[in-house]
C-alpha cells in the first residue's frame, strides 16, 4: 500500500490563483519527486529534490524538500487550464512510492 | 521514438488467459521498472531490472506475474491466468543508470473481464 499522504485530494481553483499541495510520510526518504499525469497518459517529471531544506523551481513550479526527510510540498503560481491534471509526489529509497494524487481543476 | 513506449495501449482479456505487455525503454537507460496503478491510486511498484538482471521483485503481487528483459533493452511483463483484481493501468519507466528520475511510459490499461 502507499506509504506516502498526499494532500489535498483534489482542488477547484480560478485561473491566475496559486496552488500549494503537500505530502508527508512516516518514513525518511532520500529523494522527493514531483510528477503531473494526464488522462491516458504516464507521470511526467516536474521536479527532482536531492537534499533536506533544498527548495527548488521550474518555471511556476516551487517545490521544497522538508527538513526532516518525510515531507515535501510543491506549490504552482498563477494557474493556468493546462496545470489541470493529477499530480503525485514520489519518495525515492531503494525503490519509489507514490502517494495517491492530488487531482487539479482550473476554472477559467 | 524518443520516449519509452508501451504496447498495447489497451488490453481486454477473459479472465483465466494469459497477457503479455511490451515496454520499449528510452535507448541507453540501463534501469527499467514496472509499476501497477489502479483506478484513482497512485502507481504501486512491481519490480525493477538493471540491464538484463532483475534486481527487485518484491513487488510482483503473486507468482502468476512475471517480468523480463533479456538483452536489457525490451522489457515483457506476463500476467498468467488473468483475474479480475489483475484489471489496472500497467506503466513502465527508465531511467539512467544511478538516477532516480524515471521517465514513465503511457501506460497499457488491462481489462480483465
Known amino acids: 500500500g502507499q506509504q506516502l499522504n498526499q494532500s489535498p485530494q483534489s482542488m477547484f481553483i480560478q485561473e491566475g490563483e496559486d496552488v500549494s499541495m503537500n505530502c508527508t510520510s512516516s518514513?525518511?526518504?532520500?529523494?522527493w519527486l514531483w510528477y503531473k499525469q494526464d488522462p491516458g497518459e504516464g507521470p511526467v517529471l516536474l521536479i527532482a529534490?536531492?537534499?533536506?531544506?533544498e527548495l527548488t523551481s521550474n518555471g511556476r513550479l516551487t517545490a521544497q524538500f522538508g527538513i526532516t526527510r518525510k515531507d515535501s510540498f510543491l506549490n504552482i503560481s498563477a494557474s493556468i487550464p493546462s496545470d489541470v491534471g493529477i499530480y503525485f509526489c514520489?519518495?525515492?529509497?531503494?525503490?519509489?512510492?507514490f502517494g495517491a494524487g492530488t487531482r487539479l481543476t482550473v476554472k477559467p | 521514438g524518443a520516449g519509452v513506449s508501451q504496447s498495447p495501449r489497451y488490453k481486454v482479456a477473459k479472465r483465466g488467459q494469459d497477457v503479455a505487455l511490451r515496454c520499449d525503454p528510452i535507448?541507453?537507460?540501463?534501469?527499467l521498472f514496472w509499476y501497477q496503478q489502479a483506478l484513482g491510486q497512485g502507481p504501486e511498484f512491481l519490480t525493477y531490472?538493471?540491464?538484463?538482471?532483475?534486481?527487485?521483485k518484491s513487488g510482483l503481487p503473486s507468482d502468476r506475474f512475471f517480468a523480463e528483459r533479456p538483452e536489457g533493452s525490451v522489457s515483457t511483463l506476463k500476467i498468467q491466468r488473468t483475474q479480475q483484481e489483475d484489471s489496472a493501468v500497467y506503466l513502465c519507466?527508465?531511467?539512467?543508470?544511478?538516477?532516480?528520475?524515471?521517465?514513465f511510459g503511457p501506460g497499457t490499461r488491462l481489462t480483465v473481464l
Open positions: 519507466a527508465s531511467s539512467l543508470g544511478g538516477s532516480n528520475e524515471q521517465f
Open positions: 518514513s525518511i526518504f532520500n529523494t
Open positions: 529534490l536531492y537534499k533536506a531544506g
Open positions: 514520489a519518495g525515492h529509497n531503494n525503490d519509489m512510492r
Open positions: 535507448s541507453g537507460h540501463v534501469s
Open positions: 531490472f538493471q540491464n538484463e538482471a532483475q534486481l527487485d
